[in-house]
């Protein structure tokens, strides 16, 4: 489904295209990369000159390889357009930082001790908070929703819909169902 119809006319702009995607390795660690590119329709006037209509503003990577525990082990930057060249790339070896870290405990909050304002660069940090859904996303159908202590699945009561006393989780998972059944 998607978003109502506009009755005013408008013009594109701006594109940012951000993708996550996650590879389950052969040495049984996973990599998470996350392009993000931003092109304009129109010329850019920049301070180093004039970017092209259709050219990269940013174009730029990030890459967390993590273990099955959601522990990163390699964290890794590029950027192959940007708009300050000679800037903004310099950072890249500053995101091996993320090395030992845990994508679903208190990931967000350190990412942003590690890299706001100007220990990061703001794109490739924005892009960090994507991160742990996306590692979870990849390992859907790969991990036991259960685990063998018996604790219940990670999902649940992480978003609305899967909140332990909804009808969702009456319905899917009555095990863990907190609410009145209906």
């Known amino acids: 489904m998607s978003l109502p119809v506009t009755e005013v006319e408008r013009e594109l702009l701006h594109t940012r295209r951000v993708r996550y995607e996650g590879y389950k390795r052969a040495d049984g660690l996973w990599d998470i990369g996350a392009p ?3 092109i304009k329709n129109h010329d850019s006037p920049l301070k180093p000159g004039v970017r092209r209509a259709g ?12 273990d099955r525990k959601l522990n ?3 964290a890794a930057a590029s950027f192959e357009a940007v708009p300050y060249p000679g800037g ?15 994508l679903v405990r208190g990931f ?34 790969e991990m036991k929703e259960e685990q063998d ?3 219940k699945p ?22 863990w169902f907190k609410g009145k059944a209906a």
């Open 36 to 38: 993000l590119t931003d």
């Open 55 to 66: 050219q990269p503003v940013h174009s730029m990577w990030l890459r967390l390889t993590i």
């Open 72 to 74: 990163i082990v390699e």
């Open 88 to 102: 903004c790339e310099t950072i890249a070896p500053a995101y091996r930082q993320l090395v030992g870290l845990n």
């Open 108 to 141: 967000r909050r350190k990412a942003k001790d590690l890299f706001g304002g100007v220990h990061g660069c703001t794109h490739l940090t924005e892009m960090l908070a994507g991160m742990p859904t996306a590692a979870i996303q990849s390992f859907a159908g």
């Open 149 to 151: 202590d018996g604790s």
């Open 154 to 175: 990670f999902q649940l009561d992480q978003c609305h819909a899967l909140e332990t006393s909804g009808e969702t989780v009456r319905v899917w998972y009555p095990k």
